[in-house]
């Protein structure tokens, strides 16, 4: 399975983005995909998941701003991002937990990754 990523880029505060993740497979009908983010010295943190019904989770300080969506015959999923903050800067990845439906953040029951889009915004 390959997860890749397109879409970032550099904007500035209140600015929008759409992050992309092209799924080459899907192993498995019961799923749960969706992007995680790092900055720079810091940990790696659930943004927004997916699973195979449509149930969607979202990141507190991201509910409002961002929308995660899935178009399940083209294999991808998509996270719209608005109103962006300097604090949403990291390197945003995709991510897929195939067989397990429940919607989570917890990274390591997460099978495979892609290499990650990189988010700047500017102040």
């Known amino acids: 399975v390959q997860l890749v990523e397109s879409g970032g880029g550099s904007v500035q505060s209140g600015g929008s983005l759409r992050l992309s993740c092209a799924v080459s497979e899907y192993t498995y009908s019961r799923y749960c995909m969706g992007w995680f983010r790092q900055a720079p010295g810091q940990g790696r943190e659930g943004v927004a998941v997916?699973?195979?019904?449509?149930?969607?989770r979202y990141k507190d300080s991201v509910k409002g701003r961002f929308t995660i969506s899935q178009d399940k015959a083209k294999k991808m999923v998509y996270l719209n991002m608005n109103n962006l903050k300097p604090e949403d800067t990291a390197m945003y990845h995709c991510?897929?937990?195939?067989?397990?439906?429940?919607?989570?953040?917890?990274?390591?029951?997460?099978?495979?990754w892609g290499q990650g889009t990189q988010v700047t915004v500017s102040s």
């Open positions: 991510a897929a937990d195939f067989g397990n439906s429940a919607v989570h953040f917890v990274s390591d029951w997460y099978d495979y």
């Open positions: 997916i699973n195979n019904d449509g149930t969607t």
